[in-house]
């Protein structure tokens, strides 16, 4: 057996073991949260007893609804063992309406210390300063961000931007708005670095243009780029690391919401045409490219199909949620000896327009 | 030959992208090109560097330039191209047929539209003799100088040309000619099915002596167009009216939209409307409709019937042949949907009243037609009783006209705006009211096609007052 045949067996068993470990944590009475007690007793089989590997949740579990986190009120998702401890409530989505809510305690400051370890000195120095351009309120992702300054041993400056806000003035085609907001946001940005000294950003794809645009970000003193939030195909990546970082800046793409965590991206470049390719902070999170029209079945490596994230923390159990992203399965490889999804952008994003915003 | 990957030029080095698409042929599908697609972040980045592109042709002098263009003609009629990033060439038969194949144009209206531009870039001292009213080259060169007993002194309005262009005409390729000559650099977005003419024509620029610099050539996405619309300084875009609306306030960006372009005779001329049903067929029909100076309307005081069957007879059993026959007067489309829906348009209006079709009974089939895997719009020629009718005003891209009745003294009030009018009357009061009417940008005085231009006298936007602004000036002796 190979090396990396090796790994993926490994990383398959301990899937398999964590998968058993979080079913039982969250449909034990002992430990387990009302929701998914109150859903084992109408679904009639217990999972507790019946899953005994991460296959098992495929094969018997639905798709979970995004629905119960913005109807359900928060305290059904606590599972009884962290009863008496406040809980962080973050948000995603809510353009209108009512938003959808996850609770969590620790889980993003385990997601993010690990994902640290991936980071280079050199271009994300320690014991400096960051700074995050982008959605804050109320997010994982504005505590997530500072914490993993704070594990480096640095602190980190804020700008927000509402995406909420921005959607609004998009869909109501109010563009000279939407294209203010986004320059008072960069004015923002653009303050601190010109004020502070500051060697680390957090911020997505357009921002980061934007602020490169109006500042040499190489001269600024930015030595690292850390960026997410919308879609990056080839060209883009390509643009980005070539044009905006200046093959200099270290230009760090992650894939991840609220709900999972944080996916990091494997080494990519000219000899690989810029195809990102992330894999899930496994087995925490998992990540599955399916068939849209048959989602218990993967599709092939290197073929298209949507994209279903299964959670499986202590604090939250979050089984085959389909996301509302597309992606190209990709073979597990070394570091990461399980399924990575590639090229993420949103689902159908072939069959018709849509608007990510201009943030 | 090996399928060509076209490149992005950024300031006239090639730029290969990793998105790319492909340019089919209309009838088989079959692959002519691949076409780099840039995101509209290195159009910005390269925006920044429009000084250096300016600076590149402000080497030459306006004459040198005048003179570069013209072998640039040569070239781009006669010569071999690079068409392709690995050294691929064209040969004007290659132009004609590949362009023929994924545009839709027969061949003999590709040439029609090679000439044209070939005559507008070996007359381009006419052209600019015409656009600055007579200014002595070597002023343009300076800045400032003295002609016609006074001091005159100009400066540039841009950085750049922007030019968002369309797929269906390379005719007009023509007007951004002499943006080049008046050394303002160009940076276009080609018209997703026809990059041909434009990097022909870049090509051939280059391959005569001009600077590559002075050439953006970027196929991309919308926003990569609006950046292009809105931060050029000054622009040109092409297309329909929902497309062009956005800009219809903006000094900044010149609309070459729907021409509406007509013909109007006289109450002293309409007895002799037989002797001009030629010339209001040709004004219709000629370069397959596809015109902004096609008329779509034909404007008569009486015998609005009987005008309209006389046009039906004659354009009615026009039909598709081949794309090589000399005689051909009709152009494929390049995207069928777009014939279907026009088609469909057509079907849908002619049911309100007030309107009747007089091709269909010359016709014989529906309007229609799939030939050779192409799809065809035959002529259409609708008599409408009034401009009430939603047919009466209206434009498409195939041979279409509309014939409507209207008291000569009603029909300034009632036509509305007109690229090019074709008026057929020696009644010199009418003339005259012609003469004052805001809503017409040509006007041809007697039996004149619509479809003939003069290069020294821009129909639509004078590119020199575009591009330049006078400056009043004192100098110290």
Redesign the interface.
């Known amino acids: 057996m190979s090396d990396l045949n090796q790994k993926v067996q490994e990383a398959k068993a301990q899937l398999d073991a964590h998968a058993v470990e979080i079913v039982k944590w969250h449909f034990s009475p002992e430990t387990g949260s009302p929701f998914w007690l109150d859903w084992a007793k109408e679904a009639g089989w217990n999972p507790a007893e019946e899953i005994t590997c991460f296959q098992d949740i495929v094969a018997k579990f639905p798709h979970f609804q995004d629905e119960w986190l913005r109807d359900l009120p928060n305290e059904i998702w606590r599972p009884k063992a962290y009863d008496g401890k406040p809980f962080s409530i973050f948000e995603t989505g809510g353009t209108t309406g009512m938003p959808k809510q996850r609770i969590g305690w620790e889980d993003y400051k385990i997601d993010y210390s690990a994902f640290s370890e991936t980071l280079s000195d050199e271009h994300f120095p320690r014991n400096h300063y960051w700074m995050m351009v982008g959605p804050t309120g109320p997010r994982r992702l504005r505590l997530a961000i500072e914490h993993l300054a704070n594990v480096r041993g640095c602190s980190c400056y804020f700008v927000d931007l509402d995406p909420r806000w921005v959607k609004r003035l998009i869909a109501s085609k109010q563009y000279d708005q939407a294209r203010a907001y986004m320059d008072h946001v960069i004015d923002q940005a653009t303050t601190i670095l010109k004020h502070r000294s500051v060697s680390a950003l957090f911020t997505t794809p357009k921002l980061l243009?934007a602020m490169a645009?109006r500042k040499d970000l190489i001269k600024a003193g930015i030595k690292g780029v850390f960026c997410g939030g919308t879609t990056m195909?080839?060209?883009?990546t390509?643009?980005l690391v070539e044009?905006?970082c200046e093959n200099q800046i270290g230009f760090v793409p992650t894939y991840g919401n609220t709900l999972m965590g944080l996916a990091r991206h494997r080494p990519f470049g000219a000899d690989n045409?810029?195809s990102i390719t992330y894999h899930a902070p496994q087995p925490r999170a998992v990540l599955r490219v399916v068939d849209p029209k048959q989602t218990e079945n993967l599709v092939d490596y290197d073929t298209w199909g949507r994209v279903e994230l299964t959670t499986l923390t202590k604090e939250f159990f979050m089984p085959r949620f389909l996301e509302r992203d597309e992606a190209i399965r990709r073979a597990p490889w070394d570091n990461d000896p399980w399924d990575g999804v590639a090229e993420v952008r949103p689902f159908g994003a072939m069959e018709k327009t849509i608007v990510e915003g201009v943030y | 030959m090996a399928t060509p990957h076209i490149p992005c030029l950024r300031l006239g080095d090639p730029y290969v992208?990793?998105?790319q698409i492909e340019v089919t042929d209309y009838r088989d599908g079959a692959v002519k090109a691949t076409v780099s697609?840039?995101?509209a972040?290195?159009i910005?980045?390269d925006l920044e560097r429009m000084d250096e592109a300016r600076a590149a042709l402000c080497k030459f002098s306006t004459a040198e330039l005048i003179a570069i263009g013209a072998k640039a003609g040569e070239i781009f009629l006669n010569g071999e191209v690079q068409i392709g990033v690995d050294g691929e060439t064209q040969s004007p038969e290659q132009y004609i047929e590949t362009l023929s194949s994924t545009s839709g144009l027969p061949h003999v209206m590709v040439k029609r539209n090679m000439d044209k531009i070939h005559y507008a870039l070996t007359h381009m001292d006419v052209v600019l003799n015409g656009l600055t009213r007579g200014i002595d080259p070597a002023i343009l060169d300076a800045g400032v100088g003295e002609q016609f007993g006074t001091q005159v002194c100009f400066y540039p309005t841009s950085k750049a040309l922007g030019l968002v262009m369309p797929s269906n005409s390379p005719a007009v390729n023509s007007l951004w000619l002499p943006a080049v000559a008046l050394k303002t650099p160009i940076i276009m977005k080609p018209g997703r099915d026809e990059p041909w003419t434009p990097i022909r024509l870049i090509q051939s620029f280059i391959q005569a002596g001009c600077p590559k610099e002075a050439f953006g050539f970027y196929p991309t996405d919308y926003e990569g167009a609006a950046d292009i619309l809105n931060r050029c300084g000054r622009a040109l875009i092409f297309g329909d009216k929902s497309t062009t609306d956005q800009y219809a306030n903006n000094p900044a960006i010149q609309i070459h939209g729907p021409g509406w372009s007509k013909i109007l005779i006289g109450d002293d001329e309409i007895e002799n409307w037989r002797d001009h049903i030629d010339l209001i067929a040709g004004s219709i029909a000629d370069n397959g409709g596809r015109s902004c100076v096609n008329a779509s309307a034909v404007v008569v005081p009486k015998y609005g019937r009987e005008i309209a069957d006389a046009l039906g007879q004659k354009l009615g059993p026009v039909k598709p042949t081949t794309v090589d026959d000399p005689e051909a007067k009709l152009s494929g489309f390049a995207n069928p949907k777009m014939g279907e829906w026009i088609d469909g348009a057509i079907d849908a209006d002619l049911e309100e009243a007030g309107c009747e079709e007089m091709t269909a009974k010359y016709r014989e089939g529906d309007r229609k037609v799939v030939t050779d895997g192409g799809t065809y719009l035959r002529p259409t020629i609708v008599y409408c009783e009034s401009f009430e009718h939603p047919l009466s005003n209206r434009e498409f891209l195939c041979p279409y006209a509309s014939v409507v009745e209207v008291p000569q003294a009603e029909m300034l009030n009632q036509m509305g705006e007109s690229l090019v009018v074709t008026a057929i009357t020696k009644d010199e009061a009418f003339q005259a009211d012609l003469l004052a009417s805001p809503l017409i940008e040509r006007l041809n005085l007697g039996p004149i096609s619509t479809m003939k231009i003069s290069w020294d006298q821009p129909h639509e936007g004078n590119m020199f007052e575009f591009l330049y602004k006078r400056r009043s000036i004192g100098m110290a002796a």
């Open positions: 243009e645009e195909d080839k060209q883009y390509r643009f044009e905006i045409d810029y | 992208s990793l998105n697609q840039v995101n972040g290195v910005r980045r």
